[in-house]
């Protein structure tokens, strides 16, 4: 079936340091979402993008979309102890209509 | 803010048991659904809801699963007979728009656990 896998799946980081989350899809999406979900939350999107090669920035988070529209990145600038919890990216790959999460990018930030 | 709200929070069930889980989605909403995401996982999609009728569902929701909406209000996930490998938090989350793009608006989840 079609895949969505994000890379890593853990990433510990020190308070202030970068964090980048890779996300890979095995067909073209039509669009991208990314959603936030804290330990023992649920889900909370993010962002959506839809054109080629577009980049949107959200305060330090900053979102890009592969030209080919199969791969898309989250980039955190200057991690804060708020921004624990697993990133999730999300498409419709194959053209249907399920949303299909990608496999998540659990982070940790510590003091 | 509006929000989606879903019970019970916490779901004890015995294998073969049947249980119902429910959402009430955000009211202007139009279309709904139900993931199901096992404990560490991924967020998997099961099943897609719109004009009363199933749009869309996953390899996962067999012939166990079903959905309804018997009011104007309340979306529910039935199980009718539980196996230990449902155990899982169940989110159901509803958008207003048709189509690949909207954000979806998630519960907070029914954890279900089958012993």
């Known amino acids: 079936g079609q895949q969505v896998m994000q890379i890593p799946q853990y990433q510990h980081v020190q308070e202030g340091e970068d964090f980048t989350t890779y996300c890979n899809s095995s067909?073209?999406?039509?669009?991208i979402q990314w959603y936030k979900q804290r330990p023992g939350g649920h889900p909370v999107f993010l962002i959506q993008?839809?054109?080629?090669?577009e980049v949107k920035k959200q305060k330090r988070l900053t979102f890009q979309f592969g030209e080919a529209k199969k791969n898309s990145s989250l980039h955190i600038t200057a991690t804060q102890t708020t921004d624990v919890g697993t990133y999730f990216c999300a498409g419709y790959p194959g053209g249907g209509n399920k949303l299909t999460f990608g496999t998540g990018t659990q982070l940790k930030v510590e003091l | 803010e509006p929000e989606v709200t879903q019970t019970p929070s916490h779901q004890v069930t015995q294998m073969g048991q049947e249980v119902i889980l429910r959402c009430v989605p955000i009211s202007n909403h139009l279309y709904f659904y139900w993931y199901r995401q096992i404990l560490g996982q991924k967020v998997e999609f099961l099943v897609s809801?719109?004009?009363?009728?199933?749009?869309?569902k996953s390899e996962i929701f067999d012939d166990q699963f079903s959905v309804e909406r018997p009011d104007g209000s309340n979306f529910t996930l039935k199980i009718r007979s539980t196996k230990l490998e449902d155990s899982a938090m169940y989110f159901c989350?509803?958008?207003?728009?048709?189509?690949?793009?909207?954000?979806?608006?998630f519960g907070p989840g029914t954890r279900l656990t089958v012993t």
């Open positions: 989350a509803s958008k207003t728009n048709s189509g690949r793009t909207g954000e979806q608006y």
């Open positions: 809801f719109y004009n009363n009728e199933i749009s869309e």
């Open positions: 993008l839809v054109k080629s090669g």
């Open positions: 067909t073209t999406l039509s669009n």
